[in-house]
């Protein structure tokens, strides 16, 4: 476990150590996000929907949007219209 003073003792890989986080998106619940992500869903509804951590969502739209696969949005993370 890193502590706060060892942070800074080595190179730092985010999320290198987290075992809470599931990486794995199966096709259905990858068009499902993408398909919230379009009609102008938040984050939190997304994450409550789809029944995924709202990191692990916010990390795929990351992934989603530096792949040019969405784009940004007016209303941001928040979601709305």
Known sequence: ???????FAKVYIPFADDRDLNWDWPPAQLKAAVRMW???VGI???ANSLQR???EV???L???RRQDII???PSGWQGGR
């Not at 476990?1 to 942070?7: D, N, Q, R, S, V």
């Open 44 to 46: 939190y509804a997304m």
């Open 53 to 55: 951590d709202p990191d």
């Open 1 to 7: 476990m890193l502590t706060k003073e060892g942070i």
């Open 58 to 60: 916010t990390l795929l």
């Open 38 to 40: 379009t009609a102008g």
């Open 62 to 64: 990351m992934s989603l």
């Open 71 to 73: 784009n940004n949005r």
